[in-house]
């Protein structure tokens, strides 16, 4: 059995293939979540959404890329989205990662990659 982290807003560390160390921002109120990215004009790491099952990028000013996560962080999907989206919920998500666009590319992460966070 898994333990899993009781999430709270804050920042941690993000661990992939080809990353050891990415800064990451996790969000985890109601407010934060609404708020998301929104107003800015990029993102230094990667910005962890719990709970969430899909996310837009209304009012967004760059490009990015998303991996929806499942319960033991594993990639179940991602793709990349211009401002202006809206994604499909997926349904065994539990958790989202945003970044800019082509950075999950560059830190090996696809579905089927089991992530891990260091809070």
């Known amino acids: 059995m898994t333990t899993r982290p009781k999430w709270r807003n804050g ?6 293939p080809e990353a ?4 990451l921002e996790i969000v985890t109120s109601y407010r934060k979540r ?10 230094d790491g990667a910005f962890l959404i719990t709970p969430c099952a899909s996310v837009h990028t ?4 760059f490009t990015i890329d998303v991996a929806y996560l499942d319960r033991d962080l594993t990639v179940v999907a991602v793709h990349t989205m211009k401002p202006g989206r809206l994604s499909l919920p997926r349904l065994r ?3 989202v990662l945003e970044a800019e666009a082509g ?3 560059r830190w090996g992460v696809r579905p089927g990659t089991r992530l891990t966070v260091h809070i």
């Open 11 to 16: 920042t941690g560390t993000l661990v992939t």
């Open 20 to 23: 050891p160390e990415v800064p």
């Open 34 to 43: 609404a708020r998301g990215l929104l107003g800015r004009d990029g993102v």
């Open 58 to 61: 209304f009012r967004m000013r």
């Open 93 to 95: 998500a539990r958790s």
């Open 103 to 105: 950075a999950m590319e």
